[in-house]
T-cell receptor, first 113, second 114 residues
């Protein structure tokens, strides 16, 4: 039972354009969401998070949007840079109950110069 | 801080052999996690510890898998006997004081079982 799904295994964009990575979840109890970035031969690193009391969180070029009614979140990268090429994982949990993170399958982003 | 340290980086073994993966978490972190990454399932949680005590091992695929954390600075994940379907990247991660806050991952162990 995959409670967190990233339906696009890969995404390719041009440098300078916007990258939009999507994530859907099925468990309505999830209230805390995170994005991780992973380069080849390295472990994932934390990128940005959002709590369900908000619908948007920004950190520089990265913005995460949360649509609770649709059980959908997205990560926007503007402008995209070649160094952003990596696998992006979304993760979710029930923060108030201290439950563990559930990760999606990941999306490979390629930013072309 | 050196971060989460895993060894070995790569392991190639033959089916039926015992495999031991090692992890040193970040000092002061109370939680330690073992994850497995595959193309089909992404990042799967195998087991996690809180203050060296195993809390949730429901993700451990079979009895062939076992994990220990004898002290706050060391953990092992053992597969005995190993099978080709165990081939994956295994990550260790730690977090400060919550199970669902941002995790700090090691570089992983690429395991190939022939």
């Amino acid at each position: 039972d995959q409670q967190v799904k990233q339906n696009s295994p890969s995404l390719s964009v041009q440098e300078g354009r916007i990258s939009i990575l999507n994530c859907d979840y099925t468990n309505s109890m999830f209230d805390y969401f995170l994005w991780y970035k992973k380069y080849p031969a390295e472990g994932p690193t934390f990128l940005i998070s959002i709590s369900s009391i908000k619908d948007k969180n920004e950190d520089g070029r990265f913005t995460v949007f949360l649509n609770k009614s649709a059980k959908h979140l997205s990560l926007h990268i503007v402008p995209s840079q070649p160094g952003d090429s990596a696998v992006y994982f979304c993760a979710a949990s029930k923060e108030t109950s201290g439950s563990r993170l559930t990760f999606g399958e990941g999306t490979q982003l390629t930013v072309n110069p | 801080d050196a971060g989460v340290i895993q060894s070995p980086r790569h392991e190639v073994t033959e089916m039926g052999q015992e495999v031991t993966l090692r992890c040193k978490p970040i000092s002061g972190h109370d939680y330690l996690f073992w994850y497995r990454q595959t193309m089909m399932r992404g990042l799967e949680l195998l087991i996690y510890f809180n203050n060296n005590v195993p809390i949730d091992d429901s993700g451990m695929p079979e009895d062939r898998f076992s994990a220990k954390m004898p002290n706050a600075s060391f953990s092992t994940l053992k597969i005995q006997p190993s099978e080709p379907r165990d081939s994956a990247v295994y990550f260790c991660a730690s977090s400060v004081d919550r199970v669902n806050e941002k995790l700090f991952f090691g570089s992983g162990t690429q395991l190939s079982v022939l």
